[in-house]
């Protein structure tokens, strides 16, 4: 069975930093593609960084200049580390696999996970 877990959520105040994991299971990273996504309260979903079968990164707009993405093949998880994070970072963050690119839409990426909460606020 695939499956996505996502932890490592939390509140944080701004400027801090969290690190998210992905744990995968049912299906080997090597063969796919996986994005972060996240979705803030009364919005759409949004690509945050993907890390290619490759080991390839596609950052897209909110995590430019902050976040990284790293991926640990032995334990089949991928992560994000977020730095000076900032309130309008406020979001459920998920994980999600696509058997293509990191570029390409929403529809591509299946296996989501039930998202970790990460609330930044003084």
């Known amino acids: 069975q695939v499956q996505f877990v996502e932890s490592g959520g939390g509140l944080v105040q701004p400027g801090g930093s969290l690190r998210l994991s992905c744990a995968a299971s049912?299906?080997?990273?090597?063969?796919?593609?996986i994005k972060w996504f996240r979705q803030a309260p009364g919005k759409e979903r949004e690509g945050v960084l993907c890390i290619s079968s490759s080991d390839g990164t596609w950052y897209e707009d909110p995590a430019k200049g902050r976040f990284t993405i790293a991926r640990d093949i032995a334990k089949n998880t991928v992560y994000l580390h977020m730095n000076r994070l900032k309130p309008e970072d406020t979001a459920v963050y998920y994980c999600?696999?696509?058997?293509?690119?990191?570029?390409?839409?929403?529809?591509?990426?299946?296996?989501w996970g039930q998202g970790t909460q990460v609330t930044v606020s003084s």
């Open positions: 999600a696999r696509t058997g293509g690119m990191c570029g390409e839409g929403e529809a591509a990426f299946d296996s």
């Open positions: 049912g299906f080997s990273l090597d063969f796919y593609s």
